[in-house]
C-alpha cells in the first residue's frame, strides 16, 4: 500500500500569507462573482428556450419544463 505525501505549493503558501482583501475589494469580488452567475443563468435560459423537440428529449426535459425554466428571471436560481 502507498501513502501520499502531503505537500503543499509554493503559491498556495504565498496565498495563504497574504493578508485578507480589504472590505471594499471582497464586496467588488462578489459582486462581479454574482454578475457573472446571472449572465451564465440568461445565455443558458436563451439557449435552452431555442432548442428543437429532438433536443430537448435528448437531455430530458419536457417542452413545458424548457418553457417554464427559460421564462425565470435571471436573478432565480
Do not use: C, N
Not at 498556495?12 to 500569507?17: F, P, T
Not at 469580488?29 to 454574482?34: C, E, G
Not at 452567475?37 to 432548442?51: D, F, I
Request: proline letters at 8%; a positive charge.
Amino acid at each position: 500500500m502507498t501513502q501520499f505525501k502531503q505537500t503543499t505549493s509554493p503559491d498556495m503558501i504565498y496565498l495563504s500569507s497574504r493578508p485578507a482583501l480589504p472590505v471594499l475589494a471582497e464586496v467588488a469580488v462578489a459582486f462581479a462573482v454574482l454578475v457573472t452567475k446571472w449572465s451564465v443563468r440568461r445565455r443558458t435560459r436563451q439557449t435552452l428556450a431555442s432548442l428543437t423537440p429532438d433536443q430537448l428529449k435528448d437531455i430530458g426535459v419536457s417542452r413545458q419544463e424548457a418553457h417554464y425554466q427559460a421564462t425565470l428571471p435571471f436573478w432565480r436560481p
